[in-house]
C-alpha cells in the first residue's frame, strides 16, 4: 500500500508541475473539453429518458356524443391539459368534476361555456400544493343541451409513455 501511495505522490507532484507550466491558452482547451464532456454526457441521458405521449382515450359514458380527445401531463408535472371534442349537438358546459383526487384544480372556468359540433375544447388542470399530477383519474362532465336536457360524461384521464 505504501508503494502504491509513494507512486501516487509522484505523479501528483509531476500533474501539479505540468498545470504550473501550462499557458492560458492550454487551460482554454482543458476547460472546452471538460464542457464538451459534460454537454456529451447531458445529451446521451436526455436521449435515453423515456418520452411521454399524448394519447386519444375512448368515453366511458355518454349520450350526446362528448369525447376526450387528448390528456397530456407537462413536464414538470404541476399542470395538465385535457381536451374535449363535441361530437353530436352543440352544448352548454356546466360542471367539471374529478371525483377521487382533492389535490387537482381547474384553473379555466367552464360553466357556461358552449361548445359547438365538431369543436375541441381545452380545460387546464393544476396540482394544489406540493403534489405532482399523475394519471388514471376520473374526470366528469356535466353539460346541457340545445334542447334543455342534462346530460354527462366520464373520462379516464391517462397517457402512455414510450419507451
Do not use: C
Not at 356524443?65 to 352543440?90: C, M, S, V, W, Y
Not at 359540433?117 to 346541457?144: C, H, P, Q
Request: hydrophobic content about 45%.
Amino acid at each position: 500500500m505504501d508503494e502504491f501511495l509513494d507512486k501516487l505522490n509522484t505523479w501528483l507532484d509531476k500533474a501539479i508541475e505540468y498545470a504550473m507550466a501550462m499557458t492560458i491558452e492550454q487551460w482554454a482547451y482543458v476547460a472546452g473539453g471538460f464542457i464538451g464532456l459534460l454537454l456529451l454526457r447531458w445529451l446521451i441521458k436526455r436521449a435515453r429518458r423515456p418520452k411521454k405521449a399524448v394519447v386519444k382515450q375512448p368515453v366511458i359514458n355518454s349520450s350526446q356524443g362528448l369525447q376526450l380527445h387528448t390528456f397530456q401531463i407537462a413536464p414538470l408535472g404541476r399542470d395538465a391539459f385535457l381536451k374535449i371534442q363535441n361530437t353530436l349537438e352543440p352544448i352548454t358546459l356546466t360542471k367539471l368534476e374529478i371525483p377521487d383526487r382533492q389535490n387537482i384544480r381547474v384553473k379555466n372556468a367552464i360553466a357556461g361555456h358552449k361548445l359547438d359540433k365538431s369543436k375541441i375544447y381545452s380545460i387546464l388542470l393544476e396540482a394544489v400544493g406540493n403534489t405532482k399530477l399523475d394519471d388514471g383519474f376520473t374526470v366528469k362532465l356535466t353539460y346541457l343541451t340545445a334542447a334543455g336536457k342534462v346530460g354527462t360524461a366520464q373520462f379516464i384521464a391517462f397517457q402512455t409513455k414510450k419507451d
